[in-house]
Structures are given as structure tokens and as C-alpha cells.
T-cell receptor, first 112, second 113 residues
Framework: QKEVEQDPGPLSVPEGAIVSLNCTYSNSAFQYFMWYRQYSRKGPELLMYTYSSGNKEDGRFTAQVDKSSKYISLFIRDSQPSDSATYLCAMSVGGGADGLTFGKGTHLIIQP | NAGVTQTPKFQVLKTGQSMTLQCAQDMNHNSMYWYRQDPGMGLRLIYYSASEGTTDKGEVPNGYNVSRLNKREFSLRLESAAPSQTSVYFC????????????FGPGTRLTVL
């Protein structure tokens, strides 16, 4: 079983809809959780960063972490065609300089 | 600030050739990373450097070497390229390790024939 599971999609929704993207993980030592957006043939762009459990909101984006269920979510409100991209969840234990463990990414399509 | 920059953007190699991928950051970050991204596999860590003068293996280090030239620069070398190393390579940096956000460069798209 891979450490981080993420549905690859594609997930297609109409413009203006609320989008819910999710990841589950198996390593209970993960403490730092990130969401990246990646446009085709570009580098990952950091969207949200959270520590431990709880919610964090930034504009149209809300990140949720439920460590008891080992489940994280990213919500996008009032979705726009420009939100069409691949969304990657990533997490780390936070010790030393350990790298991130990524999900495989969800391909999101916002239909105009 | 340019953030994280990578050169070259694209490269085609023949099996057995060598090359070095360059990465630089101007954010005064201590930690730097190399990842590869393959279809269906996601991003996987190759090597990382916690701070200037230190390097460590990640999940998929075989066939690669790295050099932390100074605080700004972290290079990845393929000594004898193989078709299995065809991938997109990303460099990233963070202020101090896994507790901090990582910022990524634009990537190098490498094809090994």
C-alpha cells in the first residue's frame, strides 16, 4: 500500500461549483500537509500549507486535515476555468530535512 | 526574486552519456531537494541536502549523484544515462527542512534514447 493515496481523476465539474479534493495516508507520523497546483508542463505551485489537524482558509481555497482519520481535503469555492490543473497533496514528518511524500495528483477540469 | 531556477529546460541524451542538471535558489533557503516526476508515479525524492555541505539519499537515488556547491546551488549528475531515467526533474528548496514549505523550480524535461 502506497503511503499517500489520491484519486487521479479526471474530475470534471461546471464553473462555479464547489470542488472537493482528497488524500488519505497511512503514516501517522506525518505532521505537515501541503497542496500544490500543477499546470501542464509547469512546476508545482504551493497553494496551502497546514500543520497538524484543523482548517486553513485562503481566499477561495480551504484545506482540512483530520489526523485521526488520516485524511486531508482541499475545497475550492466558486471554481473557475483557470483552476483546471492537476492538484497534488504532499506531506512530511518534519524531522531534519526530509523530503515530501506526494500523492499521484488529481486532474481537475472546470467546464465553462 | 527569481525563486528556484533550473537549467536546462529540455535535454535529449543517448544511453551512456552523462550530464549535470543545475539548480539555484535566491531565497536564502538552507535545504534543497531533487525530485523526479513520472506518469502514474507522482513525484519521488532522489536526493536532498539539509544544509550546505550535507547530502542524503531519498527514495530513488540509484544512478544519480549530487553536489551542494554552496548555499544557493544544488546540482544533479547522471553519470551514465539510461532510458529508465527519462523523466521530468524538479528542484525544490525550503527554509529549513520538512517543517517548512517547499518551493519548486520549473523543471527539466529529460529524454534518454
Amino acid at each position: 500500500q502506497k503511503e499517500v493515496e489520491q484519486d487521479p481523476g479526471p474530475l470534471s465539474v461546471p464553473e462555479g461549483a464547489i470542488v472537493s479534493l482528497n488524500c488519505t495516508y497511512s503514516n501517522s507520523a506525518f505532521q505537515y500537509f501541503m497542496w500544490y497546483r500543477q499546470y501542464s508542463r509547469k512546476g508545482p505551485e504551493l497553494l496551502m500549507y497546514t500543520y497538524s489537524s484543523g482548517n486553513k482558509e485562503d481566499g477561495r481555497f480551504t484545506a482540512q486535515v483530520d489526523k485521526s482519520s488520516k485524511y486531508i481535503s482541499l475545497f475550492i469555492r466558486d471554481s473557475q476555468p483557470s483552476d483546471s490543473a492537476t492538484y497534488l497533496c504532499a506531506m512530511s514528518v518534519g524531522g531534519g530535512a526530509d523530503g515530501l511524500t506526494f500523492g499521484k495528483g488529481t486532474h481537475l477540469i472546470i467546464q465553462p | 526574486n527569481a525563486g528556484v531556477t533550473q537549467t536546462p529546460k529540455f535535454q535529449v541524451l543517448k544511453t551512456g552519456q552523462s550530464m549535470t542538471l543545475q539548480c539555484a535558489q535566491d531565497m536564502n533557503h538552507n535545504s534543497m531537494y531533487w525530485y523526479r516526476q513520472d506518469p502514474g508515479m507522482g513525484l519521488r525524492l532522489i536526493y536532498y541536502s539539509a544544509s550546505e555541505g550535507t547530502t542524503d539519499k531519498g527514495e530513488v537515488p540509484n544512478g544519480y549523484n549530487v553536489s551542494r556547491l554552496n548555499k544557493r546551488e544544488f546540482s544533479l549528475r547522471l553519470e551514465s544515462a539510461a532510458p529508465s531515467q527519462t523523466s521530468v526533474y524538479f528542484c525544490a528548496s525550503s527554509l529549513a527542512g520538512g517543517r517548512n514549505e517547499q518551493f519548486f523550480g520549473p523543471g527539466t524535461r529529460l529524454t534518454v534514447l
